[in-house]
C-alpha cells in the first residue's frame, strides 16, 4: 500500500532559523495537503497542491510538490515560538481512492 | 458553524471493558474518518465512511473494533474487550466528499482513552 515518510521525525531549532520538513511518498500523489497539529491540539489543515512543480506561500511558510508529484516540502523562514507542533503531510494516489495517507510527521520544537 | 464534536473527551475503563466513541461530524460533510494517535505518535487510520457505507475498513486494528454511520451523519466506534494497548487519542475527521476530489479534513478534539 501507499506510504507516506517525512524526514526528520524531530526538529529543534533557535528561534528565527528556519526550518524544512520534507514528504516523501511511495507513489505518484494526485495531491498534497499539509496538517499542523500543536502540542495537545489535533491538526488542523494548513493547504493543499495539486500540480506538478507547485509552489504556494503562506507568510513565513513555503509549501513545494515535487516535479514527479511523488514528494513535498514545507520551509519556514525565521522560525517563531508559535510554530511549534507537529506538521504532517497528506497524499492521496492517483487511482480514485478517496483515503488521504498521513506522513509519519515531524515535530517542531522552538528554542527560545 | 460548530466544527466536529466527540464524545467523551476522556474516557478511562478496565481492561476488557467495551467502549463507544462518537463522532459528530459538521453539517452536510458526506465523508468521515476514524484515526488513532498514540502518544508522541502519528495518525492511524482506521477506516472511512462515504455517506453510510464504509469503502475502507483497512485500517481496523482488529475483530475487537467496529465502526458504524447512521444518517450519513454521527458516527460510532467501539472497541469491545479493550486492552491496554487500545489506550490512544481518537480522532474524527469530516470533509465534502465527492469521487475524484480530495477536499480539507477538519478534526475533532479527539477521545483520550485510558485502558487500566
Known amino acids: 500500500g501507499q506510504q507516506v515518510m517525512q524526514i526528520p521525525q524531530y526538529q529543534h531549532v533557535q528561534e528565527g532559523e528556519d526550518f524544512t520538513t520534507y514528504c516523501n511518498s511511495s507513489?505518484?500523489?494526485?495531491?498534497i495537503q499539509w496538517y499542523k497539529q500543536r502540542p495537545g491540539g489535533h491538526p488542523v489543515f494548513l493547504i493543499q497542491?495539486?500540480?506538478?512543480?507547485e509552489v504556494k506561500k503562506q507568510k513565513r511558510l513555503t509549501f513545494q510538490f515535487g516535479e514527479a508529484k511523488k514528494n513535498s516540502s514545507l520551509h519556514i523562514t525565521a522560525t517563531q515560538t508559535t510554530d511549534v507542533g507537529t506538521y504532517f503531510c497528506?497524499?492521496?494516489?492517483?487511482?480514485?481512492?478517496?483515503?488521504?495517507?498521513f506522513g509519519t510527521g515531524t515535530r517542531l520544537t522552538i528554542i527560545p | 458553524g460548530a466544527g466536529v464534536s466527540q464524545s467523551p473527551s476522556n474516557k478511562v475503563t478496565e481492561k476488557g471493558k467495551d467502549v463507544e466513541l462518537r463522532c459528530d461530524p459538521i453539517s452536510g460533510h458526506t465523508a468521515l474518518y476514524w484515526y488513532r494517535q498514540r502518544l508522541g505518535q502519528g495518525l492511524e487510520f482506521l477506516i472511512y465512511f462515504q455517506g453510510n457505507s464504509a469503502p475502507d475498513k483497512s485500517g481496523l486494528p482488529s475483530d475487537r473494533f467496529s465502526a458504524e454511520r447512521t444518517g450519513e451523519s454521527v458516527s460510532t466506534l467501539t472497541i469491545q474487550r479493550t486492552q491496554q494497548e487500545d489506550s490512544a487519542v481518537y480522532l474524527c475527521?469530516?470533509?465534502?466528499?465527492?469521487?475524484?476530489?480530495?477536499?480539507?479534513?477538519?478534526f475533532g478534539p479527539g477521545t483520550r482513552l485510558t485502558v487500566t
Open positions: 475527521a469530516s470533509s465534502l466528499g465527492e469521487m475524484g476530489r480530495t477536499y480539507e479534513q477538519y
Open positions: 497528506a497524499g492521496r494516489g492517483v487511482f480514485g481512492n478517496e483515503k488521504l495517507t
Open positions: 497542491l495539486v500540480k506538478s512543480g
Open positions: 507513489t505518484t500523489l494526485s495531491n
